[in-house]
C-alpha cells in the first residue's frame, strides 16, 4: 500500500493529511520492488522474517488482492495518520488475528514499527531488534546482487530466521 505520486508531485507528509494523494496496492515481484528502492532511489530496506502461520500469510496475501480490487472499484485517499502504508496493513492483520493487536503509536511512525513488531511477537523469536535489523538490511545486498540470476538467495542471506535458500 502506498501513495501514488503522479510526475509533479513529490511526497509531503501534510499533503497526506489533504487528500493530496490516491492509495494504490503496488504489484510486482520481488526483484523489481526491491531493486527500485535500493538501487534506484537509493533508500534503506529491511528484511525481517515474520512469525506467522502460512495460513494466515495466504490470509494476508489475499487481503492484499482485495484491498486491490477495492481500490479499483472505489478509489481512495492516503492519510498520514488513519490510512498510510502501516495502519492499513495493521488491519489487514488485525482482522486475521480477530483483532488481538493493541494500537500503539508505532503504527503512525512507520521507523518504530519493527519496535512495535518485536513487542508482539510478530518476529521470529530468539533474536533481538537489534540483530534483526542488522541482519535484515539487506540494502547492499541488493545493490551488489542487482541482475544476478540468484538475486532472491543472495539478499536473504544474514538475514535471522531465513533459511539458506538453495544454489540454482
Known amino acids: 500500500m502506498e501513495i501514488r505520486k503522479e510526475r509533479h508531485e513529490s511526497f509531503s507528509e501534510i499533503g497526506g493529511f489533504f487528500k493530496e494523494f490516491e492509495m494504490s496496492v503496488i504489484a510486482a515481484d ?18 525481517y522474517r515474520l512469525n506467522m502461520p502460512k495460513p494466515r500469510m495466504r490470509s494476508l496475501f489475499l487481503s492484499y488482492v482485495d484491498a486491490a480490487n477495492g481500490l479499483n472499484e472505489t478509489p481512495q485517499y492516503y492519510n498520514t495518520i488513519t490510512a498510510n502504508c ?3 496493513v495493521f488491519a489487514m492483520i488485525n482482522h486475521i488475528v480477530s483483532g488481538a493487536l493493541p494500537l500503539d503509536y508505532r503504527l503512525i511512525f512507520s521507523g518504530y ?10 518476529f521470529m ?25 540468484d538475486f532472491s538467495r543472495r539478499i536473504r542471506e544474514g538475514v535471522p530466521g531465513i533459511a539458506p535458500l538453495p544454489q540454482p
Not at 520481488?30 to 528484511?47: A, F, G, M, Q, W
Not at 519493527?114 to 513487542?119: F, G, K, L, T
Open 30 to 47: 520481488e526483484r523489481d520492488i526491491v531493486r527500485v528502492r535500493t538501487n534506484v532511489r537509493k533508500e534503506d530496506v529491511y528484511l
Open 86 to 88: 502501516t495502519t492499513i
Open 125 to 149: 523469536p530468539g533474536f533481538t531488534l537489534e540483530q534483526l535489523q542488522s541482519g535484515g538490511a539487506i540494502s547492499a545486498r541488493a545493490q551488489a546482487a542487482d541482475n544476478a540470476p
Open 113 to 122: 514499527l519493527p519496535s512495535y513488531i518485536i513487542d508482539v511477537n510478530g
